[in-house]
């Protein structure tokens, strides 16, 4: 590794960590990003931010762009976003799917349809295979990240109790759909993102069946997260449609710092328990040094095989 590489610094004889970086700008600005100097710096892949908006414009240079990374010697891992918002890592991302078709989003416990479509709408998931494997066709990639699958929350409202939700629903436990977020609900919630999933995983590897899928559940320690329908790791590790899980992360408090592994561990023997490799992706806003060594240290105590890094500007402004 050449230059001031952030990820120069690892001397232990433990395997070595794969360090991944996350690209969320625009598609418009890839060109601006020099594959060869971030495989200089000693990164090995990279998660790609692929909006469903912005991919309807800049496909081809999302192509171009992966093609130099990969001749780069860089993996690829397309992480897609907006396209209907179950996978939600940023509530900011649009989806014109969700202006389009209105009749398949979810349902709240008000009777309110939500800006998400549901899991479990056929409709939708037509829809949703079909722009993966479009997605996977045009772009080489060696995988997917679902980032952030979720069903709505919010202050006490929840859904979905959309009709198709309903049916399936009574039909698995034999009485009508709670109102309430009993057990049984949180339950079906978890099973159904769970199939959503895989039916993501079948999608893209009917295009290449060497496409790997990395599930990206909400931050785990975020109590948010526990009626999201994705907070149960063993259910999302025993997903056979997943290769690894990615343990999201963020430095909390004064001090900056991130949660002992202790806390995490649960989740890191979730993965193991089922084969599954783990990655430690850190949310970080400011890629500091101390940090990058602690972000290592947890990796390494959790068994990670990779850490991947969201910041990139901040990593590309270490470049001087
Ligand atoms: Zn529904």
């Given at each position: 590794?050449?230059?001031?590489?952030?990820?120069?610094?690892?001397?232990?004889?433990?395997?070595?960590?794969?360090?991944?970086?996350?690209?969320?700008?625009?598609?418009?600005?890839?060109?601006?990003?020099?594959?060869?100097?971030?495989?200089?710096?000693?990164?090995?892949?990279?998660?790609?931010?692929?909006?469903?908006?912005?991919?309807?414009?800049?496909?081809?240079?999302?192509?171009?762009?992966?093609?130099?990374?990969?001749?780069?010697?860089?993996?690829?891992?397309?992480?897609?976003?907006?396209?209907?918002?179950?996978?939600?890592?940023?509530?900011?991302?649009?989806?014109?799917?969700?202006?389009?078709?209105?009749?398949?989003?979810?349902?709240?416990?008000?009777?309110?349809?939500?800006?998400?479509?549901?899991p479990?709408?056929?409709?939708?998931?037509?829809?949703?295979?079909?722009?993966?494997?479009?997605?996977?066709?045009?772009?080489?990639?060696?995988?997917?990240?679902?980032?952030?699958p979720?069903?709505?929350?919010?202050?006490?409202?929840?859904?979905?109790?959309?009709?198709?939700?309903?049916?399936?629903?009574?039909?698995?436990?034999?009485?009508?759909?709670?109102?309430?977020?009993?057990?049984?609900?949180?339950?079906?919630?978890r099973?159904s993102l769970n199939?959503f999933l895989?039916?993501?995983?079948?999608?893209?590897?009917?295009?290449?069946?060497?496409?790997?899928?990395?599930?990206?559940?909400?931050?785990?320690?975020?109590?948010?997260?526990?009626?999201?329908g994705a907070?149960?790791?063993?259910?999302?590790?025993?997903?056979?449609?997943?290769?690894?899980?990615?343990?999201?992360?963020?430095?909390?408090?004064?001090?900056?710092?991130?949660?002992?592994?202790?806390?995490?561990?649960?989740?890191?023997?979730?993965?193991?328990?089922?084969?599954?490799?783990?990655?430690?992706?850190?949310?970080?806003?400011?890629?500091?040094?101390?940090?990058?060594?602690?972000?290592?240290?947890?990796?390494?105590?959790?068994?990670?095989?990779?850490?991947?890094?969201?910041?990139?500007?901040?990593?590309?402004?270490?470049?001087?």
């Amino acid at each position: 590794m050449a230059g001031s590489g952030s990820f120069s610094a690892d001397r232990t004889s433990a395997p070595r960590l794969r360090n991944g970086i996350v690209l969320a700008e625009n598609l418009a600005r890839l060109d601006e990003i020099a594959p060869s100097w971030l495989r200089e710096q000693g990164v090995d892949f990279l998660v790609i931010g692929c909006p469903e908006d912005e991919v309807r414009w800049e496909a081809e240079r999302l192509a171009d762009f992966s093609r130099a990374a990969a001749r780069a010697g860089l993996r690829r891992y397309l992480a897609p976003a907006g396209y209907g918002k179950v996978l939600d890592p940023d509530p900011a991302i649009s989806s014109l799917y969700l202006h389009t078709h209105a009749h398949t989003l979810q349902v709240d416990s008000r009777g309110r349809r939500c800006a998400r479509a549901c899991p479990n709408d056929p409709r939708f998931l037509e829809w949703f295979a079909g722009s993966m494997r479009t997605l996977a066709w045009m772009v080489e990639a060696n995988g997917f990240v679902w980032d952030a699958p979720s069903f709505y929350h919010s202050r006490g409202v929840w859904a979905c109790r959309c009709s198709y939700c309903q049916r399936l629903f009574s039909a698995q436990a034999g009485f009508p759909l709670p109102q309430s977020l009993t057990t049984e609900v949180l339950d079906f919630r978890r099973q159904s993102l769970n199939l959503f999933l895989l039916a993501a995983a079948a999608a893209v590897q009917s295009v290449d069946r060497r496409l790997q899928s990395v599930i990206a559940p909400p931050a785990p320690l975020d109590p948010a997260t526990d009626v999201s329908g994705a907070d149960d790791w063993r259910v999302l590790a025993a997903n056979s449609g997943a290769a690894a899980l990615a343990l999201v992360m963020a430095p909390e408090g004064r001090g900056y710092r991130l949660p002992d592994a202790g806390a995490l561990q649960p989740y890191a023997s979730a993965a193991a328990a089922e084969g599954k490799l783990l990655w430690l992706w850190l949310t970080a806003e400011e890629l500091r040094p101390e940090l990058v060594d602690e972000g290592r240290i947890l990796a390494r105590q959790l068994q990670a095989e990779a850490v991947v890094w969201s910041d990139y500007e901040g990593f590309a402004r270490r470049k001087g």
